[in-house]
């Protein structure tokens, strides 16, 4: 599959896996919603959600290690429509006020994220090498 439809089927998805590295476990997997914003992809921090601890641990693993990969895929009982898409990235996080045009892109692609106090921080994948698999019928 060509970098054009990886970027398609990953715009199709509305929720992927981030993997993070956690410095003793490996990998950490988390599901995430997420919208594309030029050549990154960005995905939110929630400000609405009681946590255990202030900073997550994704964020904790990105600031330790800011290599990640995003996983987006397509299941079906008909195996003609399976795909999968892999973005590895590097990641950053910064504030929504720094990145409006983050905010937007979320916003655009999911409701919840209308409300300007949604978002605590943004993560912000950089993304550099895309792969996919899509079954062909």
């Keep these: 599959m060509n970098e054009q439809e990886c970027w398609q089927l990953l715009n199709s998805a509305r929720s992927a896996v981030l993997g993070t590295v956690h410095e003793q476990r490996g990998v950490d997997a988390v599901p995430v919603v997420f919208a594309e ?4 992809l960005v995905t939110p921090v929630d400000r609405v959600k ?3 601890n202030t900073t997550l641990q994704r964020v904790r693993n990105i600031e330790a290690d800011p290599r ?6 397509h299941y079906s009982d008909d195996w003609t429509g399976l795909w999968w898409v892999r973005a590895h990235c590097r990641a950053s996080v910064t504030a929504p006020e720094r990145a409006p045009d983050a905010v937007a892109a979320l916003a655009a692609r999911y409701q919840a994220y209308r409300d300007p106090d949604a978002i605590d921080r943004l993560i912000v994948l950089r993304v550099t090498d895309l792969a996919g698999w899509r079954a062909q019928s």
């Design 37 to 40: 914003r030029g050549d990154d």
């Design 50 to 52: 009681a946590k255990a």
């Design 68 to 73: 990640c990969v995003l996983l987006a895929d």
